[in-house]
């Protein structure tokens, strides 16, 4: 009797692996059609893989929390998919299954200095960059929204559409709110913590840090104050959610505020710089320069008046496409690549110093294409750090050439779009390589701060804005802090051996 029951135990315990194993085996041919080809899984390719797990809930329970499927669970399961030789693969999200699109939550903010941006005596930068922008996104609009941001946050009183073609926007929102002083810790705290998966919250703003006692509180004090509202909003955040800061221009006529005059403006008529603050989960952010329907949304530095862009990241959502080049035209020394390497080569073995120069120069493709990341930052070596056992330092970056296209290379470069040739005076043993882009606060930014903003016949005054580098300073030293030593952006690593 108990020997039986034995039996059909083990009998039951087969039965149930097996019928584990098929599943999974199931799921990943499953998830091999659909990312195999393009490397993404877009909202119709997650209903698949939801419904088929759905189907095989019992054998799936690792993906299942309080019953629900696990959204990271699944995407963890892909990446590792993909992960090794030659099914490697940096798989892209575009959207869970309920939502094909991102919904938008626009801010507008409506303070008295921000009323001069879109007066009837300027040339209308500013409105027609915003509306450019809001009418690039692929959506029928239905779920995005239009919020008024002063001393706290205001529903527009009229739809998203009837915002698009207003001709007046600031006439149409005067009354709501108290244009004398903007609530950034209000206004940070609402896109960041009212912004949810699959969502974009966007802010237009002169990012201009005020208090209802500006004109009475000492002007250092207001600057440390604005740093450290907004590290103590973003430092909660900034593990999941990226920020992307873009700097505008627009002609402006009218009043303006200084920092010690809140309610008395002072005429002033040229020029003046505003932002365009963009903040989602960290693979919304990178779906906007992945996914084909965000192309012409993601094209900021097409939008009349823009000057620079920044993201804030600390989620390393950049893993570009990368590879050794087998021989370039600046490449020095000899090697060959480890066995079992085909789409990509990213481990070199039996290397050797070139007998002429006794050094080597080893030409890595990667592709800088897809990122929100300004090309000048993106091609200067000093952005970079690499390290080695041996010293290696980056000799040069520049965008590939069609004679970079030939036969030894061919086949390798075409996902890339630049070369970065990598110096060694030696390599004394096996190691492997890292080169990091490190993500660093541009220079920009210093140079468009002001800490007074009173002579409005400065020289700099229609290129900067007071506190600015306090504010963004705050923000930055969030990401910061979630850092193993200096933050950066994406990781190549390659593996050599003598």
Known sequence: MFLSIAVAASMMLVLTTACSDGGKKELAALVRELAGDDATIDSDDWRKIADFMDANKAHMKEFYKDGRLDEESVKEYVRKLFSKGKDWKNITFWGKADKKFLTVKFYLERSGSMVSYDSPQTTGEFKKAIVKMLNSLPSDNND???????????????????????????????????????????????????????????????????????????????????????????????????????????????????????SKGTEYNGMRPYYLIIVGDNDDIARLTNDPQYAAFSKFDELEGFEHKYLFDASYAYKPFYTIMLRGRESRGEFR???????????????????????????VAVNLGSMLIEKDYLTNPKNYLVRSDDPAEI?????????????????????????????????????????????????????????????????????????????????????????????YYFDLKLKMKR
Request: zero cysteines; a negative charge.
């Open 144 to 262: 995005n929204i239009i919020f008024v941001v002063n001393d706290a946050v205001y529903d527009y009183p009229k739809s998203y559409k009837e915002f698009i073609t207003d001709n007046n926007i600031f006439k149409t929102t005067e009354g709501i709110g108290d244009p004398k002083y903007t609530d950034f810790g209000v206004i940070l705290d609402s896109i960041l913590n009212k912004n949810e998966s699959n969502e974009l919250s966007i802010l237009a703003s002169d990012m201009i840090y005020s208090t209802r006692e500006l004109a009475t509180v000492n002007k250092q004090k207001v600057l440390n104050e604005a740093e450290g509202v907004a590290n103590a909003i973003f430092k909660e955040k900034a593990r999941h959610k990226s920020m992307l800061i873009v700097k505008m221009s627009g002609s402006f006529a009218g009043a303006y505020y200084p920092y010690n005059s809140p």
């Open 337 to 363: 690549p480890t066995k079992g390497q085909t789409e990509r080569i990213t481990s070199i073995e039996d290397v050797r110093a070139d007998r002429n120069s006794d050094d080597l120069q080893i030409e």
């Open 395 to 487: 000799k040069s970056i520049r965008a590939i050439g069609a004679d970079d296209r030939n036969s030894n290379n061919k086949k390798y470069l075409y996902k890339a779009t630049h070369i970065i040739t990598l110096k060694m005076n030696a390599m004394k043993q096996d190691q492997e390589v890292s080169i990091r882009l490190l993500n660093r606060m541009p220079g920009w930014i210093a140079e468009s701060s002001s800490e007074d903003d009173t002579n409005l016949a400065a020289s700099d005054f229609s290129t900067t804005t007071f506190g600015l580098k306090y504010l963004l300073q705050g923000i930055y030293d969030s990401y910061r802090k979630l850092s193993d030593g200096e933050p």
